[in-house]
């Protein structure tokens, strides 16, 4: 999709590959779909997954077109939203802390207990190859349109959406750009470190992009590949939001919107003329974007776990 007023915005063409009119809300039902499939045909008993939401929505989905029993692993302040999607789709949802590590933990209890598949978010290369159709699809889809794309840019959380996006782009002569919060750095971090590293998992409206660790499979994919990673502010992200909702008429997440801030300010400092952008997922709380439009981003407190129970 394109957008006048962003493409003005940016200075230059901007290609939105609006992956949150997916099923699902999400690009992350690509790389679900291509695993489970994987799994439910060498005999799978159920999955299990742990994710900041989106993919534990899409691999709830997935496993519901196989008939396998699902349970998904999630922060204990995740969205109420994503929770009702995931539990609509079939799956048992569990709520546990806040951090990568330990929902990871959580879900090596859940293996040994019913001896259920694992659906890694970062480290299935499945997945991964999955969520790089989506930037495959986008250079397709331009170049269909007589375009060529100088650059995409693909936010990052664990980091699937970037390796998928190197992957896709290998020997397309078109730069791969993450988008990260400036709050949840986990990329940034590992690419000085020379590895995944844990950082300081700080408040961030892009509650997509929380993961505070970037996979392993992901960084030895991306790290060399990638041609920037920018990161960005949560009033940036929030400008982004508002921009896109009310110009380009998409709701998206602020993990999609972090990407659009990313790609304006990408473009503004590079001599492109069309740039690609993931617009990763909308699924997006109801009281953040009104928030937001508000310009009162700080007022959208999410409650303690899922529809305002405690957390598990």
């Not at 060498?42 to 999955?47: H, L, M, N």
């Not at 029993?69 to 929770?83: C, F, G, H, R």
């Not at 960005?232 to 400008?239: F, N, P, R, S, T």
């Amino acid at each position: 999709m394109r957008c006048e007023a962003l493409d003005a915005l940016a200075g230059a063409r901007l290609w939105l590959k609006a992956e949150n009119l997916q099923r699902g809300g999400s690009f992350k039902v690509r790389g679900a779909l291509l695993a489970v499939e994987r799994l439910a045909a060498a005999g799978s008993r159920g999955v299990l997954a742990q994710s900041t939401g989106n993919h534990a929505i899409a691999v709830a989905l997935a496993a519901a077109g196989h008939r396998l029993p699902t349970v998904v692993v999630l922060p204990s302040d995740a969205a109420p939203a994503k929770v009702r999607r995931i539990r609509q789709a079939g799956a048992e949802a569990v709520l546990a802390g806040t951090t990568v590590a330990e929902r990871v933990a959580v879900v090596e209890e859940l293996r040994e207990r019913y001896g259920y598949d694992v659906v890694d978010p970062y480290q299935n290369p499945h997945v991964v190859a999955g969520q790089g159709s989506a930037t495959a699809e986008l250079l397709h889809q331009v170049t269909a349109q007589g375009g060529r794309l100088d650059a995409v840019v693909v936010p990052i959380g664990g980091g699937s959406a970037v390796a998928g996006a190197c992957l896709a782009a290998a020997g397309e002569d078109v730069a791969v750009v993450g988008a990260e919060p400036e709050n949840v750095p986990a990329f940034t971090a590992a690419l000085r470190a020379g590895g995944p590293v844990t950082v300081p998992a700080r408040h961030t409206i892009a509650d997509g992009l929380r993961p505070d660790r970037i996979g392993a499979l992901p960084f030895a994919l991306a790290h060399a590949a990638v041609s920037t990673v920018l990161t960005v502010g949560e009033d940036a992200i929030a400008e982004a939001l508002r921009h896109t909702l009310l110009q380009a008429r998409l709701v998206v997440e602020p993990a999609a919107a972090t990407a659009v801030a990313a790609a304006v300010a990408y473009a503004s400092t590079h001599r492109v003329t069309d740039v690609g952008v993931l617009l990763s997922g909308g699924n997006v709380e109801p009281d953040l974007v009104a928030a937001v439009l508000a310009d009162r981003p700080e007022t959208a407190v999410r409650p303690s776990g899922c529809d305002g129970a405690p957390a598990a």
